[in-house]
């Protein structure tokens, strides 16, 4: 039995932490991000422009073989320039993009991802906290938008905690932790009900 689940059951804390899905599918977002990045830069600086300089090779060996008329040698050469493919300087140019944007990109979606998954939700008695947010008494709460919540777990709860302005929290099951998440949820919308 989870803590999630001895703390509702005994009426206790209910405590939704960071989804593991949702950080370890980021997670590996990221890496491949940066290990892309790591791709591109051998093409764009070393694998691409070395066979450019290869085919540059064969191209100066097949003319000369041409010019001396050894067919046989010609042949080969022509066969083996079929291997490869030349790169214009503009595809190049671009792996080296892709490789100095990626790893930034990258790393903006692990902040990004840590940031918006931080913290926990917790319910404790009646005061409902959310990271980035004051805590928030059951009282407090003005209307819940259920709109996204069936089909993609989401609502936000609009609340007034003074001396705070009217705030707007959200609640999010595949960000943080699906079940104690939609517990929070169902004990909100039967306060709001009156239970």
Excluded at 16 to 35: C, D, E, P, S, V
Excluded at 126 to 155: C, E, F, M, N
Excluded at 170 to 175: I, K, Q, S
Aim: glycine share 8%; aromatic share 8%; net charge neutral.
């Amino acid at each position: 039995m989870t803590t999630a689940q001895v703390s509702t059951t005994t009426g206790g804390d209910i405590v939704a932490r960071a989804g593991q899905y949702y950080r370890n599918t980021r997670y590996i977002m990221a890496a491949l991000l940066i290990g892309m990045a790591g791709w591109f830069a051998y093409d764009g600086w070393v694998k691409w422009p070395e066979g450019n300089r290869k085919i540059a090779d064969l191209q100066a060996q097949l003319n000369a073989a041409q010019e001396a008329k050894d067919d046989e040698k010609a042949g080969a050469l022509s066969q083996e320039l079929k291997k490869y493919t030349h790169h214009n300087d503009a595809a190049i140019l671009l792996q080296k993009i892709l490789a100095c944007g990626l790893p930034p990109l990258g790393i903006a979606l692990l902040v990004w991802t840590l940031r918006n998954s931080r913290g926990e939700y917790r319910l404790s008695g009646d005061t409902l906290s959310v990271p980035g947010h004051p805590p928030v008494k059951l009282d407090q709460i003005q209307s819940v938008d259920r709109a996204l919540w069936d089909r993609k777990g989401i609502a936000y709860v609009e609340y007034e905690v003074p001396p705070h302005p009217r705030g707007r929290l959200r609640l999010d099951d595949f960000v943080y932790e699906r079940e104690p998440t939609d517990r929070i949820f169902e004990r909100i919308e039967t306060h709001l009900a009156g239970g």
